[in-house]
């Protein structure tokens, strides 16, 4: 399960690269390339808000998720739509931005 203060966002326009320009000390300057951008929002353990730029791939993986594939499923989509997925990546990710919040690797207790 992914945390809930996680949101991703895919656009045509370059919001990641206009965020930063208006975030804090960012400078706003010309976008020489305007193109679409994936971005990850969330909430680190000290409440701040982070957001970052995704490649497509992780994109596809991270809203996979989201809409509860297995990490195999995710990770299948994610090739499937960006032939340079980088699962090891994508993974990092998940662990660096405490992400994932819940695992269920189909075991059961006894």
Known sequence: ALHPSLQL???DHPVVTIWRMNASDGVASPIDDWAGEH?????DAHDAVHVESLPEGA???????????SLGEAA??????AGDFDLTGAILL?????????????????
Request: charged share 10%; net charge positive.
């Open 9 to 11: 966002m895919s656009s």
């Open 39 to 43: 971005a990850l929002a969330y909430r």
């Open 59 to 69: 994109a596809i993986f991270l809203h996979s998720l989201r809409e509860g594939a």
């Open 76 to 81: 299948q989509a994610a090739l499937a739509g």
């Open 94 to 110: 998940l662990i660096r931005t405490g992400a994932a919040i819940h695992t269920n690797t189909g075991a059961h207790a006894s």
